[in-house]
């Protein structure tokens, strides 16, 4: 039986516990399982906007690796690096692995998105083929050259979990955003629409890294503060998946106003646990969340986000969300699954001699 090999480039460590690289983990884990090698390297320097450290860890990493290898670069490490991707693609086979295009992450101005969307038009053209983590996004990357039959979709996995039972009878209902405190992930719009539901009986507790902005930690904590809703928003940090879980079930919503996904993997894990969720349109959000489980509003409309969550905090619209959500938790992949496509998405992308 022949024995597959990849090599596997990400930028830092590969534990880091934002949904990209969870993703990135569950397949390297999941394909040495099957007895693939599977050789993990970890990039130093600055990603994605790319320094000096970050350009050099890249160029000397595929130099090293030997000639017709097979490698999977994570689009966080290659977007902004064509150069060292075109001058190795002639004799490396490679795979992008795009979560989501650079150009789209907010926070951007035109000519930064303008930048963005060159460099890694530029990256993805020397790759043999490009892995995606949702159709959407599939669709999306036709927009940077990339023809549609070197493209893959491999939407996440979950894990079976204990459905939310949320808090205990006569406390506050409690809503959950799992997300990086960055400002793509929408937190002042969430804040804002708290604001405008004050009157409404909640708690809300945001779960995620306070460590990747800080800047933008430190505004997002005064826009609550300045709202006088410092009391009822708790910013607990990153948090180990047992934990996690604990909070998860003691939710009443998941709520995340984020301007734009490329799958949402925290919305597909509140689905498992039949949370009712409170979201926006923003890139593939509408595709994973199912119309009957969640409400959405445009991406960046405080007041619109107000007005799903008012819906959601009645008891009896979110009773029926939470219904749908445990319907529709039954038809999402698991991790076994995910990680079968992935392989076959690899062999049919880059096949063995």
Same mark, same amino acid.
């Given at each position: 039986?022949?024995?597959?090999?990849?090599?596997?480039?990400?930028?830092?460590?590969?534990?880091?516990?934002?949904?990209?690289?969870?993703?990135?983990?569950?397949?390297?884990?999941?394909?040495?399982?099957?007895?693939?090698?599977?050789?993990?390297?970890?990039?130093?320097?600055?990603?994605?906007?790319?320094?000096? /450290?970050?350009?050099?860890?890249?160029?000397?990493?595929?130099?090293?690796?030997?000639?017709?290898?097979?490698?999977?670069?994570?689009?966080?490490?290659? %977007?902004?690096?064509?150069?060292?991707?075109?001058?190795? #693609?002639?004799?490396?086979?490679?795979?992008?692995?795009?979560?989501?295009?650079?150009?789209?992450?907010?926070?951007?101005? =035109?000519?930064?998105?303008?930048?963005?969307?060159?460099?890694?038009?530029?990256?993805?053209?020397?790759?043999? %083929?490009?892995?995606?983590?949702?159709?959407?996004?599939?669709?999306?990357?036709?927009?940077?050259?990339?023809?549609?039959?070197?493209?893959?979709?491999?939407? $996440?996995?979950?894990? $079976?979990?204990?459905?939310?039972?949320?808090?205990?009878?006569?406390?506050?209902?409690?809503?959950?955003?799992?997300?990086?405190? /960055?400002?793509?992930?929408?937190?002042?719009?969430?804040?804002?629409?708290? #604001?405008?539901?004050?009157?409404?009986?909640?708690?809300?507790?945001?779960?995620?890294?306070?460590?990747?902005?800080?800047?933008?930690?430190?505004?997002?904590?005064?826009?609550?503060?300045?709202?006088?809703?410092?009391?009822?928003?708790?910013?607990?940090?990153?948090?180990?998946?047992?934990?996690?879980?604990?909070?998860?079930?003691?939710?009443?919503?998941?709520?995340? =106003?984020?301007?734009?996904?490329?799958?949402?993997?925290?919305?597909?894990? =509140?689905?498992?646990?039949?949370?009712?969720?409170?979201?926006?349109?923003?890139?593939?959000?509408?595709?994973?969340? $199912?119309?009957?489980?969640?409400?959405?509003?445009? $991406? #960046?409309?405080?007041?619109?986000?107000?007005?799903?969550?008012?819906?959601?905090?009645?008891?009896?619209?979110?009773?029926?969300?939470?219904?749908?959500?445990?319907?529709?938790?039954?038809?999402?992949?698991?991790?076994?699954?995910?990680?079968?496509?992935?392989?076959?998405?690899?062999?049919?992308?880059?096949?063995?001699?």
């Amino acid at each position: 039986m022949t024995q597959h090999s990849v090599h596997v480039v990400v930028p830092g460590p590969l534990e880091q516990r934002t949904g990209g690289y969870l993703y990135d983990a569950r397949m390297v884990h999941g394909l040495r399982a099957r007895g693939w090698d599977v050789v993990v390297h970890n990039l130093d320097g600055r990603f994605p906007d790319a320094d000096a /450290t970050a350009r050099s860890a890249l160029a000397d990493t595929l130099s090293r690796l030997p000639d017709g290898s097979r490698v999977i670069i994570d689009g966080l490490a290659m %977007g902004g690096l064509p150069e060292p991707v075109r001058e190795h #693609g002639d004799r490396l086979r490679t795979l992008g692995l795009v979560h989501h295009p650079l150009a789209d992450e907010t926070g951007l101005d =035109a000519e930064g998105r303008a930048r963005f969307t060159e460099l890694e038009r530029a990256a993805l053209e020397p790759c043999v %083929g490009v892995l995606v983590t949702s159709p959407y996004t599939a669709t999306r990357i036709a927009d940077f050259g990339v023809q549609a039959e070197r493209v893959r979709a491999v939407p $996440p996995g979950t894990e $079976p979990a204990e459905a939310a039972v949320g808090p205990p009878a006569g406390d506050p209902a409690l809503m959950l955003c799992v997300a990086t405190v /960055t400002r793509r992930k929408g937190h002042d719009v969430l804040i804002d629409a708290l #604001g405008r539901v004050r009157d409404l009986d909640w708690r809300c507790v945001c779960a995620g890294s306070l460590d990747r902005d800080e800047e933008w930690v430190r505004e997002v904590r005064t826009r609550a503060e300045a709202a006088g809703l410092a009391d009822r928003i708790d910013f607990v940090g990153e948090h180990d998946s047992s934990t996690l879980d604990q909070i998860y079930t003691s939710a009443s919503i998941f709520v995340l =106003a984020s301007h734009y996904e490329g799958y949402g993997m925290a919305l597909a894990e =509140a689905l498992v646990r039949g949370l009712p969720v409170v979201s926006t349109t923003g890139g593939a959000i509408p595709f994973t969340v $199912p119309a009957d489980a969640g409400l959405l509003a445009p $991406p #960046g409309d405080a007041a619109a986000f107000a007005d799903v969550l008012r819906s959601a905090l009645d008891p009896r619209i979110r009773a029926g969300l939470a219904e749908a959500a445990h319907r529709h938790a039954t038809e999402l992949p698991d991790w076994e699954a995910s990680v079968d496509l992935f392989a076959r998405a690899i062999l049919e992308l880059t096949p063995d001699a």
